[in-house]
């Protein structure tokens, strides 16, 4: 079998061989590839901070097949039980007190109180995590800092030789990361935009705090500069100067330019983000200009990846 399948039934039950053997496999989901491995087996665990070259701080989300699994690792509140009926499967993390007994490895959880927990919506995704039965930590398949994979090819390209088996479910739907919420506190507080919008989940909640920029410690994976092209990103373009390449959005755009959503659709331009600063990237261009997305909706999540990506390095 080469390293990169597509789901299947041989495919899946390798992954799934690969993974009780401790060994790490990348999957796709919804919002963005992301490299597997036991929950439960602090070895296991310790190799996906390897192979991202990972700072070891920063927690890691363990992935289940339903909200069941969910509720043996993490504590549920009635909070947690709306958001899950209605998002689950679905692009929401949510960070809850973590249930020692669950037995997720303290080196995923960066031995936390907490854990972050989601059920990814993609039938391989969903396959997988059935059959193995156990939470998969799972960051996003990448090396870190670096921009997200949404496509098994993205993944072989970062991490090929670090991972046992890449499980190539297409290219992913959503495009940015799942929205992490922590409902640790009184009040819910939105530590990473994400693919369910805050809108979204204030239509539940109520109040929902935002999480500030200096708050890295309760989301560490929030460092400043992350998603990093090689070429510098500068934002709020309305062209592209000379030497630069342009990053479009919206009707107005240049003609010929590659454009995020030409109809100014904030799902489909978050759908395309990573790729496209990828291909910008590898025309060898020193800067990347992309042009103002709104503030709403997937805009948030996308903006915020944008401005991490732009962070002066
Ligand atoms: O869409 C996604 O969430 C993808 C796919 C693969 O599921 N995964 C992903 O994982 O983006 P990662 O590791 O790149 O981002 C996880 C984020 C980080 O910002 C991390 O700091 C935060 O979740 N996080 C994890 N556990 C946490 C915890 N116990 N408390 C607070 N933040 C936590
Ligand atoms: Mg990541």
Known sequence: MSRVCKPSLDSLKAAVDFLQAGQLVAFPTETVYGLGADACNDRAVAQIFAAKGRPSFNPLIAHVANVEAARRIAMFDSRAESLATRFWPGPLTLVLPRRPEGGVSLLATAGLDTVAVRVPDHPAALDLLRAFNR??????????GRLSPTTARHVDEGLGDKTALILDGGPCRVGVESTVLSLVGKTPCLLRPGGVDLESLRDILGNVDVASESSAILSPGQLESHYAPNAQVRLNALSANHGEVLLAFGPESPPGALNLSATGDLVEAASHLFDYLRQLDKTG???????????????LAINDRLKRAAFDR
């Open 285 to 299: 261009a020193s800067v990347i200009a992309v042009m103002p997305i709104p503030d709403h909706g997937l805009g």
């Open 135 to 144: 939470p998969v930590a799972a960051p996003s398949a990448n090396p870190s």
